[in-house]
């Protein structure tokens, strides 16, 4: 179930996608893919609940699925109110 998020704490998801993604790019160049997936999936999820967080004030639980549930009808509404 998604939880309430105060739409502040954005940034700090940003912030961890962001680091994710550094890490995923350098174990790429080091031929680490397990570890390249690993932090680009994370940094994906932490995008996702920047995302959610700053906009619907949730973020997703402890099941990823909730986040790519969120993300789908954030952007249903967006592309409603064109």
């Known amino acids: 179930m998604a939880r309430p998020v105060d739409p502040k704490k954005a ?41 959610t967080t700053k906009f619907k004030s949730k973020r997703g639980s402890d099941d990823h699925t909730e986040a790519i549930s969120l993300a789908q009808a954030f952007f249903l509404l967006q592309s409603m109110k064109r």
Do not use: Q
């Not at 993604?21 to 690993?38: Q, V």
């Open 11 to 51: 940034p700090n998801y940003i912030l961890k996608a962001d680091e994710f993604l550094a890490t995923a790019n350098d174990s790429l160049k080091n031929k680490r893919y397990n570890s390249a997936i690993t932090n680009a999936i994370h940094s994906s999820i932490n995008a996702l609940d920047a995302l």
